[in-house]
């Protein structure tokens, strides 16, 4: 009820941390432009596939290319958090802050529903900004349609905005290409600043060779998943690509900050040990440590003409995208209620939660009762007390984050409280039908 909005906001003011004084501001007023990384996992940075005539080739050289650009602020240890919710959870934990429910999707579950304050609010409210979300798929996929309505996304272009034919499209929507293609006459649309999002499908599972579009060769493990997956992700590669070039060519790129991420695995954890010889590794040894490893995905800041890039190590995942967005554009997160921390701030908390309570943080990765050595990989054997005592204290705060991001969720908390400034929304305000036709 109406009190348990105070436990989330004394949680928030505990956990609240101050934006890096030399990143605050840094994007201001630039549009915002997401790049959903499909499948993405960060094993895919500068990897080599060996090929059965011995040359190595690199899969994704166009993302590696951003990822060690001198505009890009990349982060090598950064984790997807998702549920079952998958792609949508990814979603809600960038557009909101908060995790995806233990069960099911929560778009699916309380996004039609719910009081939201989401990026496209905040930054609508604060800036000014429009909102716009991309994806070549029909818009009830996840109840992205309702959901986006709560949320206070003026722009939803789905399938109806696409040539969406057979020959375009696969499973999951428009070819990733076609796609960027075809965006671009919408996006150039747009009042700036824009808050936008462009959510590719081409690499995902099971990564189907589309023959006009084979232009890498394919693993050999004998598990077409895996062996594919690599396929898929050079055609991602390219057509992220082409993207940049049609922003250049729209005169948008100067101007916006770019952010790519991951939204969660590609290969599962059941296939992992067959993944494991391409990673180096022996399968006779795989272990939990390496499944979690492997849920890294990437996220990368491109803000061009900063200059001041790097490979940032510091822990975090998709619930800290926000809060870290939005001091880079100057906005002050003090009152928003927001579940992760700004990965810049000098108290970012490095802990990162997984969606089923297990987590990583630098010193210990644990799954379970099992707990390793995060910088080694080792199992601790007969943990010391102090050991315990330390991961048992961070079992408690992944709990603690997790279990009110359910609450605010299921109990629609945040129609209690509206933060200064903030203009509420009302969902039936929007209509994603002939939008700037
Ligand atoms: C479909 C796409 C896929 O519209 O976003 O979602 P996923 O299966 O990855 O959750
Ligand atoms: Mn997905």
Same mark, same amino acid.
């Not at 090929?51 to 001198?70: A, C, K, Q, R, W």
């Not at 900063?306 to 822990?315: A, E, R, S, V």
């Not at 379970?368 to 054997?381: F, P, Q």
């Given at each position: 009820d109406e009190s348990d909005i105070e436990g989330v906001m004394n949680y928030i003011d505990e956990h609240f941390t101050e934006a890096n004084p030399e990143m605050f501001g840094i994007a201001e007023d630039r549009n915002v432009i997401y790049l959903h990384l499909e499948s993405f996992q960060q094993f895919l940075i500068d990897y080599q596939l060996e090929?059965?005539?011995?040359?190595?080739?690199? *899969?994704?050289? #166009?993302? $590696?290319?951003?990822?060690?650009? $001198?505009d890009t602020q990349s982060f090598s240890n950064f984790f997807h958090q998702v549920g079952q919710g998958k792609t949508s959870d990814s979603e809600m934990l960038l557009e909101n802050s908060l995790f995806g429910l233990s069960q099911g999707g929560a778009f699916t579950q309380v996004g039609e529903s719910n009081t939201f304050q989401s990026a496209s609010q905040i930054l609508g409210s604060e800036k000014n900004y429009t909102s716009a979300m991309f994806h070549g798929n029909v818009g009830s996929f996840w109840n992205r349609d309702n959901t986006y309505k709560s949320m206070g996304i003026d722009y939803f272009f789905d399938d109806e905005y696409y040539s969406f034919t057979e020959e375009n499209t696969?499973?999951?929507?428009?070819?990733?290409?076609i796609f960027f293609k075809e965006s671009v006459q919408y996006l150039e649309q747009l009042p700036q600043p824009f808050y936008s999002k462009f959510i590719t499908v081409s690499n995902h599972f099971p990564y189907p060779l589309d023959e006009a579009n084979? =232009? #890498?060769p394919a693993a050999t493990t004998g598990d077409s998943t895996i062996d594919n997956y690599f396929v898929t992700a050079h055609y991602l590669d390219q057509a992220i690509e082409e993207f940049f070039a049609y922003l250049k060519d729209a005169g948008l790129y100067d101007n916006s900050i770019i952010v790519l991420y991951g939204d969660h695995y590609g290969i599962s954890n059941s296939r992992n040990e067959t993944l494991a010889p391409l990673l180096d590794k022996d399968p006779e040894t795989w272990s939990s440590y390496d499944n979690a490893m492997l849920q890294k995905v990437p996220y990368m800041i491109h803000i061009p003409g900063?200059?001041?890039?790097?490979? $940032?190590?510091?822990?975090g995942g998709q619930v800290d995208s926000l809060p870290t967005l939005l001091h880079l554009l100057g906005v002050e997160t003090k009152d928003n209620i927001l579940l992760g921390t700004d990965l810049f701030s000098e108290n970012h908390d490095q802990t990162v939660a997984f969606r089923d309570g297990n987590f990583v943080s630098p010193k210990?990765?644990?799954?379970?009762?099992?707990?390793? =050595?995060?910088?080694?990989?080792?199992?601790?054997?007969?943990? /010391?007390?102090? *050991?315990? /005592?330390?991961?048992?204290q961070l079992r408690e705060d992944v709990s603690t984050q997790l279990s009110l991001s359910d609450s605010i969720l299921t109990s629609d908390l945040l129609r209690f409280y509206t933060p200064e400034g903030m203009i509420t929304t009302d969902p039936a305000d929007y209509d994603y039908r002939d939008q700037l036709a």
């Open positions: 090929t059965e005539t011995g040359e190595s080739l690199e *899969v994704t050289p #166009f993302i $590696n290319s951003i990822y060690h650009d $001198n696969l499973e999951y929507g428009m070819k990733d290409k084979v =232009d #890498f900063t200059g001041n890039g790097k490979i $940032n190590t510091q822990y210990y990765t644990v799954d379970g009762s099992s707990i390793y =050595d995060t910088e080694t990989g080792e199992l601790i054997e007969d943990p /010391a007390e102090e *050991v315990l /005592a330390e991961v048992e």
